[in-house]
């Protein structure tokens, strides 16, 4: 069964750093392509990074420079290093699975952790 | 960035109701157009991929259509389960953006 399960959200001060991981189980990491979504509090979605399977990343323009998506294979664990956090980094952080369809031509996001909560205050 | 737009951004509707949602991207998207569903302290749940392919275990009342920069997810003889908040989300091009969501209320 495929599972996801994030933790290391919590309560940060501006330009702070937090990481949170994200725990994989039903599947390797290593060889799937990876995303972390965040939703601030009663807005929508947002796609802050996507991991690809060679191991380069994608970053949001709003957390480019900031954040560091990252993978341990050997613990099939995802990482998202979050530095210099502002206050509109304030979101529940999820993670997801990116199922590659159409040949590898497109992706949806099948399989999510149940979120972490993320604030950014002092 | 591609934006999708959603229509309407919330609707009331009863059990037993069909209700369509609309999304409609600022370009073309061909057919890479998902559709999620996301209820009050839960993650998004994929409904649909590729615009029309129900992801197993997803019942066959939602049904997804549309090309290009029209989109639809029609939910026929709704239940009790299906209110919720309903997002579009387009995987052409990164970032992958997602609509701002229809909440579906009764």
């Known amino acids: 069964e495929v599972q996801l399960v994030e933790s290391g959200g919590g309560l940060i001060q501006p330009g702070g750093s937090l990481r949170l991981s994200c725990a994989a189980s039903g599947f390797s990491v290593s060889n799937t392509y990876m995303i972390w979504v965040r939703q601030a509090p009663a807005k929508g979605l947002e796609c802050v990074s996507v991991?690809?399977?060679?191991?380069?990343?994608f970053y949001a323009d709003s957390v480019k420079g900031r954040f560091i998506f990252s993978r341990d294979n050997s613990e099939n664990t995802l990482y998202l290093q979050m530095n210099s956090l502002r206050a509109e980094d304030t979101a529940v952080y999820y993670c997801?699975?990116?199922?590659?369809?159409?040949?590898?031509?497109?992706?949806?996001?099948?399989?999510w952790g149940q979120g972490t909560p993320v604030t950014v205050s002092s | 960035d591609i934006q999708l737009t959603q229509s309407p951004s919330s609707l009331s509707a009863s059990v037993g109701d069909r209700v369509s949602i609309t999304c409609r991207p600022s370009q073309t998207i061909g057919s890479y157009l998902n559709w999620y569903q996301q209820k009050p302290g839960k993650a998004p749940k994929l409904l649909i991929y590729g615009t029309s392919i129900l992801q197993s275990g997803v019942p066959s009342r939602f049904s997804g259509s549309g090309s290009e920069t029209d989109f639809t997810l029609a939910i026929s003889s709704l239940q009790p389960d299906d209110f919720a908040t309903y997002y579009c989300q387009q995987s052409y091009i990164t970032p992958y953006t997602f609509g701002q969501g229809t909440k579906l209320e009764i």
């Open positions: 991991l690809y399977r060679g191991g380069g990343a």
């Open positions: 997801a699975r990116a199922k590659e369809w159409d040949l590898g031509g497109s992706f949806y996001f099948d399989y």
